[in-house]
């Protein structure tokens, strides 16, 4: 099966800068995707990794080294409303998982003023 | 415009109720998941349809049955549920489920959050 690893929880000051990282097992590998959950809402899409390197899309950035199965979301310029819960998933094609996505347990972060 | 509906928004229901969740997309996607979330777990994947196909089931119980009418819609009927049903039900669509890249990219619905007595 697939092993997505991200930090249970993060706390970060206004303005700072935020790395949320994930790392992953899996043989299927195509594509990792961050999703942010605000508590009692649906995930929102924020970024789609495949290749290897740096996505940027304003404040926020995401990475992947497919050799190490490590991504990372950066998150710059904090704001309050960034205080959700961000899940890293890993979409594996094998076979019979053709098309799932399968989620970490999510990074709950705190944004503190 | 990445728009996806669910309704109702909350729902409680005994055990012996029978009740539909429906979800609703208009950007032409031709795959449509359920995924049920409990509080502070990840969303777990229930059902995928692809081209109005099931095509993954994760063995769930046959107390839930996904119905996809046509390639917009997407329901869950339910009846008998158990009490540890309760959680927050999300359906998502994407474009396709085959091809890589944006193609695959999920969208998710507000959700329902079902509380079963």
């Known amino acids: 099966g697939q092993n997505i690893d991200q930090p249970t929880e993060m706390t970060a000051t206004e303005g700072a800068i935020v790395q949320i990282n994930c790392t992953y097992q899996t043989s299927g590998f195509n594509g990792l995707f961050w999703y942010q959950q605000h508590a009692g809402e649906a995930p929102t899409f924020l970024s789609y990794?495949?290749?290897?390197g740096l996505e940027e899309k304003g404040r926020f950035s995401s990475f992947l080294s497919r050799s190490k199965g490590y991504s990372y979301l950066l998150l710059k310029e904090l704001q309050m409303k960034d205080s959700a819960s961000y899940l890293c998933?890993?979409?594996?094609?094998?076979?019979?998982?053709?098309?799932?996505?399968?989620f970490g347990r999510g990074t709950q972060l705190t944004v503190w003023p | 415009d990445t728009e996806v509906t669910q309704t109702p928004k909350h729902l409680v229901m005994g055990m012996t109720n029978k009740k539909s969740l429906k979800c609703e997309q208009h950007?032409?996607?031709?795959?449509m998941y359920w995924y049920k979330q409990k509080a502070k777990k990840p969303p777990e994947l229930m059902f995928v349809y692809s081209y109005e196909k099931l095509s993954i089931n994760e063995s769930v119980p046959s107390r839930f049955s996904p119905e996809c009418p046509n390639s917009s819609l997407l329901n869950l009927h339910l009846h008998a549920l158990q009490p540890e049903d309760s959680a927050l039900y999300l359906c998502?669509?994407?474009?396709?489920?085959?091809?890589?890249?944006?193609?695959?990219?999920?969208?998710f619905g507000p959700g329902t959050r079902l509380l079963v007595l």
């Open positions: 998933a890993v979409r594996d094609d094998r076979g019979s998982t053709l098309g799932r996505l399968y």
């Open positions: 998502a669509s994407s474009q396709d489920r085959d091809r890589g890249g944006s193609w695959w990219t999920q969208y």
């Open positions: 950007m032409g996607h031709r795959a």
């Open positions: 990794n495949v290749l290897d």
